[in-house]
């Protein structure tokens, strides 16, 4: 069985969309395509101008260090670095200097209310708070495009509430197009455009 199968969608840039629909409905998986984590077997994915579906592995990681910014359920931060260094990692790795990279993630960092929290671990900080840096490196490369898989499944309802304003606020002061899969109904409603799915399908989009 295809993980998704028909699939067939245009995201207006500079929207805000939920994917939301049952546990193995093929969420993830559309976003990891968006995201070039995956490649498609058959059908064409264009983001930005740029083929995914045809796109080598350097213009996939690429595109990934450019144009999408990725936030994960799981926040996938080094635990040995510390807050500044994890959201700092994205932009050493593209060759940019130490200092700017360090100024860039200050500045999210304070946008994501962790000021005062540069040279903290993560295990130092709760889990609201190691997402919020996880948003903020993800946003480090300034992309135009920014893909959240879950990105409240693991936090309480406050922590959920500190993260949901921050992406609002990111969509709201820098346009930034986002789509965020979530098992929540209540944040999907919430949200200006939606996708619901069901056995691999989009069985009906909102905007």
Do not use: W
């Not at 946008?111 to 709760?126: I, Q, W």
């Not at 300034?142 to 990111?170: K, W, Y």
């Amino acid at each position: 069985m295809a993980a998704l199968e028909g699939v067939s969608l245009t995201l207006a840039e500079g929207t805000f969309t939920a994917i939301t629909g049952p546990s193995g409905c093929g969420k993830s998986t559309l976003l990891h395509l968006l995201a070039a984590l995956d490649k498609p077997t058959s059908g064409e994915i264009e983001v930005a101008g740029v083929r995914l579906d045809t796109a080598g592995e350097k213009e996939r990681t690429m595109y990934r260090r450019r144009t999408a910014g990725i936030v994960f359920q799981f926040f996938h931060l080094l635990p040995g670095m510390t807050l500044e260094e994890n959201v700092s990692l994205p932009l050493i790795l593209a060759g940019h200097g130490a200092g700017a990279a360090a100024e860039r993630s200050r500045e999210l960092l304070v946008m994501a209310g962790l000021d005062g929290k540069f040279n903290r671990l993560p295990h130092e900080v709760s889990g609201g708070e190691m997402q919020r840096t996880a948003v903020a490196r993800a946003l480090v490369h300034r992309p135009r495009l920014l893909l959240a898989d879950e990105p409240t499944g693991n936090l309480d309802s406050g922590g959920a509430g500190l993260v949901m304003d921050l992406l609002h606020r990111i969509h709201e002061e820098r346009h930034a197009t986002i789509v965020m899969v979530t098992h929540s109904e209540a944040i999907a409603a919430s949200l200006p455009a939606r996708l619901y799915m069901s056995d691999g399908r989009v069985v009906r989009q909102e905007c």
